[in-house]
């Protein structure tokens, strides 16, 4: 894979992170709370596996281990974006995190495609 597009699944990567921990954080104040509890979760959780794999992408790990981290990831992308998505028109940072975590669940897919190509 050219250093161009790791650099931009990296870059899709940070940004989804950013945006998940930033909406769940914004959840928490919200009046109704107790229905963002799921749409929480799943963000947090996206949050750490956008992470873990970004690091695992970072130092190049083996093929393998690789191959199955994004396949996390791009599921705690898609769970994270269905709820936020539900949310989108009534909470700006759901909007953005939808989008976001999309980005990254895109970027992953080509980075699998890469590496079974």
Not at 86 to 97: G, M, V
């Amino acid at each position: 894979m050219s250093s161009e597009r790791l650099a931009a699944a990296i870059d899709a990567m940070l940004e989804c992170e950013e945006a998940v921990t930033a909406c769940a954080a914004a959840m928490v104040g919200e009046d109704d709370v107790r229905e963002l509890h799921d749409a929480i979760i799943r963000d947090l959780n996206c949050s750490d596996t956008v992470a873990t794999t970004r690091r695992l992408i970072s130092r190049g790990s083996d093929a393998a281990l690789l191959s199955a981290q994004l396949e996390a990831c791009v599921i705690a992308c898609e769970h994270s974006a269905e709820l936020c998505a539900e949310h989108a028109n009534h909470h700006e940072h759901c909007r953005i995190c939808s989008q976001a975590t999309l980005r990254c669940a895109e970027a992953c897919r080509q980075i699998l495609h890469r590496l079974h190509g």
